[in-house]
């Protein structure tokens, strides 16, 4: 297996990025396709998930820090969907503009995201049809974004917001143990909510999701029967909304 990590530029800053090609690629010079793996809220790209996915996946595959995450530079808030989705774009258009052909890889061909990254994966593909690629994979996407997990929020919380317009959630970062070590150490950083943010969050329409380029691309999304985050209730809204923007036949 082959691995490599090289900063992405952006509007936004400097993305961190994995590279990695599985053994089984390798021995196919021939095969220059790559899948984009996004992950979700407050999360990196080094997760045992995303490790995992990179690991087995029958690709090589890029995994990314979005903006405030991980190695990446920026910030992040909590409904900044949109924002995600034009790292992904970013990520996309630095693959296919020939950056990585030295490693083999150059036509992005799928994206597989989790929860928050889920659903930015899905906006992206929305506002950017052009660069949706042939397959989009959700596991564990948000529907409905003002349907919130309960008891999310404390008491101390809901105080602070009302007093101060914000409260500070929690810290996030630090070091990320992996199957062969620990990375370099990720920043710590401390995750701020703001009432615009929640307010943002919730306005964050998902039905866009019936304009998805379908005459390109193929949609699978993923939903644990015992997620504890996000409803199953989500995936078959997903599924009905689709419907609406796929031709009959």
């Known amino acids: 297996m082959s691995e490599s990590e090289f900063y992405i530029s952006t509007s936004s800053g400097q993305l961190h990025a994995r590279l ?55 910030q992040t808030s909590y409904g900044n969907y949109y924002e995600e989705a034009e790292d992904i774009k970013g990520v996309i258009e630095h693959i296919n503009s020939g950056a990585l052909i030295a490693q083999g890889v150059s036509r992005v061909v799928g994206i597989v995201g989790h929860s928050k990254g889920a659903s930015s ?81 919730d306005s964050t329409d998902m039905s866009v999701v019936q304009t998805l380029p379908f005459e390109r691309c193929f949609v699978l999304n993923v939903m644990g029967g015992s997620d504890a985050v996000v409803p199953a209730a989500d995936v078959w809204d997903y599924d009905r909304v689709m419907r609406l923007g796929t031709c009959d036949d």
């Open 20 to 74: 990695v090609i599985p053994r089984n690629v390798l021995d196919k010079p021939d095969s220059d396709s790559v899948f984009v793996v996004c992950h979700g809220l407050l999360d990196t790209k080094y997760a045992p998930l995303f490790c995992a996915l990179q690991r087995f996946l029958p690709f090589a595959s890029v995994a990314f820090d979005f903006r405030g995450n991980g190695l990446s530079t920026g």
């Open 121 to 201: 994966v899905l906006l992206f593909a929305c506002k950017h049809p052009h660069l949706c690629p042939s397959l989009l994979v959700t596991i564990s996407a948000r529907y409905l974004m003002s349907r919130e997990l309960p008891n999310r929020w404390k008491p101390h919380h809901l105080q602070a917001l009302e007093t101060h317009g914000r409260f500070l959630w929690r810290k996030y970062g630090g070091h990320t143990l992996l199957t062969a070590g620990v990375v370099p150490e990720v920043p710590v950083r401390e995750y701020w909510i703001s009432a615009e943010h929640l307010q943002l969050r």
